[in-house]
């Protein structure tokens, strides 16, 4: 197993362990940084955003879309919806065949067009 993967696997652990010791539904990074053992820029690193993190961890707070998917299953589908318009899609496109509210990715990504960009590596 490399030590990428066992690292993970330990942050994982300890969320888990976190969040039952702060007895919350959800873990915040500002109760992680109060009792958690690593640091939370590093776990964000690692995962590459704190939702992704606890969405490994097994830990949901709500069952939004938000919170469902991982970043690179979003690019994935948005990918899948481009290549079914002729690689043009927009947000309102998406919106009616995509997974998840087009809203969704923009939270994660920043803006839909930077969203595109990013999918088309899974084209």
Do not use: C
Not at 24 to 47: A, T
Not at 57 to 78: F, M, N, R, V, W
Not at 79 to 87: L, Q, S, T
């Amino acid at each position: 197993m490399s030590q990428r993967r066992m690292d993970k696997e330990k942050v994982i652990l300890d969320l888990k362990e976190t969040n039952e010791e702060t007895e919350r539904d959800d873990l915040s990074i500002g109760q992680y940084k109060e009792h958690g053992d690593y640091n939370w820029r590093w776990v964000i690193k690692k995962f590459g955003t704190w939702l992704e993190a606890k969405a490994d961890a097994g830990i949901y707070s709500y069952e939004g879309p938000e919170y469902k998917y991982k970043t690179e299953e979003l690019l994935k589908d948005l990918a899948r919806v481009m290549n079914e318009h002729d690689g043009v899609v927009s947000r309102y496109v998406y919106d009616e065949k995509g997974m998840a509210p087009q809203i969704v990715i923009r939270k994660r990504i920043g803006n839909f067009p930077e969203a595109r960009e990013k999918a088309k590596k899974y084209t």
